[in-house]
């Protein structure tokens, strides 16, 4: 069951890398980190995590491993962030939330969107704290090499 | 190198356009026009980016104004105009040449052919079915749902200029598709084809970016960017949904 999961996690994020028209050679590392977000998200909401935290984590690897494949391959970091986080963002939750809305189903339309938010929400966190890292990393490598 | 303000600034605003049209952030647009405009020698470059325009004014010069109009995502021409603000930051382009090269992006043609793109969106749904619980019997209805939901798109938004009408008629035309396939006996779950078939459809990216943008600061992007996230998700809910009202 994982491997189907790590499998179509990869085809998922890499095929988007082909709709947002990323350049070519860039298209293994997409599906790659998406692959790794995905499968620390899949686990930890197997393990009884809830989806939002699982998220955090997700995108927080995403973003570490954007950065990496931005400084290795000289490439803007959007390319791989964009196609990462592509498995872990609420798109079915967000459809689910509308088609729930114009069913007249308010109340749990609301509900699902306040979910959505938190999602998008745990992603963009997740993204900026990588960045965090790295500025931190930037600039405390600075410090050591005027000391 | 002493260029003219004027032409620095034709450079900037072009490069900026571009990066708005292919969804570039929005911090990182007004990064790569001042970065451009400082290794021009500009002093005090200004520059304000929104999606749907960009501002950019150095002191003692008129300021300058760009409508954006088309918004898609194209990562090739950023990852281009990244490279080419790159050698600008490195000295090695002068403001004529960056404007040339910065037009020939412009004009660029998308790097993958349609086809291609379409095998991508079938591939893309099929997975997102699997992933989202679906069972293996899923992922063909997927497959075909999301390929001809996604050429539907392309087709409708060339045939009438309102994005969000193409949306909705190809989330609807997705929408009978899996209908039809449960109905014909491929797949078990309406739910799982439908969803993972309107991914490729689906503003997930612009959610997260509208967030991201609100969190950096720069509310007026992030208001609009969500705003259009929610009409576009808004658009797909109503078109599976006309589905639902007219076959319960």
């Known amino acids: 069951m994982l491997l189907a999961q790590l499998i179509t996690s990869y085809v998922a994020a890499a095929g988007f890398g082909i709709l947002f028209n990323a350049p070519k050679h860039s298209l293994f590392q997409c599906g790659m980190v998406g692959m790794f977000g995905w499968m620390v998200y899949y686990i930890l909401v197997e393990q009884g995590l809830d989806a939002v935290p699982a998220s955090l984590f997700g995108s927080m690897l995403v973003g570490i491993l954007s950065q990496l494949c931005a400084k290795i391959f000289k490439m803007p970091i959007i390319i791989f962030n964009v196609s990462g986080i592509i498995p872990l963002v609420p798109g079915g939750l967000a459809y689910d939330a509308m088609r729930k809305f114009v069913e007249n189903d308010y109340y749990t339309a ?25 500025q931190l990393m930037k600039k405390t490598s600075g410090w ?3 000391e | 190198m002493n260029a003219q303000p004027g032409s620095i600034a034709k450079v900037c605003l072009l490069a900026g356009k571009i990066m708005l049209e292919s969804g570039a952030e929005t911090y990182r647009v007004e990064d790569t026009m001042n970065r451009i405009a400082t290794s021009f020698g500009l002093e005090n470059a200004e520059s304000y980016a929104t999606p749907t325009g960009v501002q950019f004014s150095t002191e003692g010069e008129v300021s300058y104004f760009r409508r954006i109009s088309n918004r898609s995502n194209d990562l090739q021409r950023i990852t281009d105009v990244n490279s080419i603000s790159r050698q600008i930051t490195a000295q090695s382009l002068d403001a004529k040449e960056a404007l040339l090269l910065l037009k020939g992006i412009e004009h660029q043609s998308e790097t993958f052919p349609l086809w291609l793109q379409f095998i991508a969106a079938a591939l893309a749904s099929g997975s997102f079915a699997i992933m989202f619980g679906g069972s293996w019997s899923d992922f063909l209805p997927a497959c075909i749902a999301g390929a001809l939901g996604y050429a539907a798109m392309i087709w409708i938004e060339k045939l009438i200029e309102i994005r969000f009408f193409a949306e909705f008629i190809a989330s609807f035309f997705i929408a009978v598709i899996a209908a039809f396939s449960i109905h014909a006996g491929f797949g078990q779950h309406l739910d799982k084809i439908i969803i993972g078939a309107v991914m490729p459809l689906v503003p997930g990216l612009h959610i997260t970016n509208a967030v991201r943008d609100l969190v950096a600061g720069h509310l007026v992007a992030g208001i609009s960017k969500g705003v259009e996230a929610i009409l576009t998700a808004f658009a797909i809910g109503a078109g599976v949904a006309v589905l639902f009202a007219f076959f319960p």
């Open chain 1, 110 to 134: 609301v509900q699902l969107s306040a979910k959505v938010m938190l999602l998008a929400g745990a992603i963009a966190i997740g993204l900026m704290f990588s960045e965090v890292i790295h």
């Open chain 1, 144 to 146: 050591l090499h005027i």
